[in-house]
């Protein structure tokens, strides 16, 4: 059985950095597409990050230059860097994986995709 769990989130103010961590178990964590998304109150879910299985990273227009995806097959973790987070960053942000790479959506993976989830962990910066 998958089972992804976040953590790392926490308050900033503007400017600040913060590291997410999905630890993942229950699969060959290699094998997978694995991705960060976040949904802000009232809001749809988006992506933001994703590491496919060949270690392709993408990015949301959004996030580029500011946030960084990398994983560590050795720990089956997946972990995002954010940096110069804006107010605009605050958001649930979820972890997810899909089997057998990537799914690419206007060159995105779709969370319609994403096969398995976290339970989420929130990231509130302030201005």
């Known amino acids: 059985q998958v089972h992804l769990v976040e953590s790392g989130g926490g308050s900033v103010q503007a400017g600040g950095s913060l590291r997410l961590s999905c630890e993942a178990s229950?699969?060959?964590?290699?094998?997978?597409?694995m991705g960060w998304f976040r949904q802000a109150p009232g809001k749809e879910r988006e992506g933001v990050a994703s590491v496919d299985r060949d270690g392709t990273p993408r990015y949301a227009d959004s996030v580029k230059g500011r946030f960084t995806v990398s994983k560590d097959n050795a720990k089956n973790t997946l972990y995002l860097q954010m940096n110069s987070l804006k107010p605009e960053d605050t958001a649930m942000y979820y972890c997810a994986a899909e089997s057998a790479g990537c799914t690419l959506v206007a060159g995105q993976p779709s969370s319609s995709y994403m096969e398995h989830w976290g339970q989420g962990t929130l990231v509130t910066v302030s201005s």
């Open positions: 229950g699969y060959t964590y290699s094998s997978f597409c």
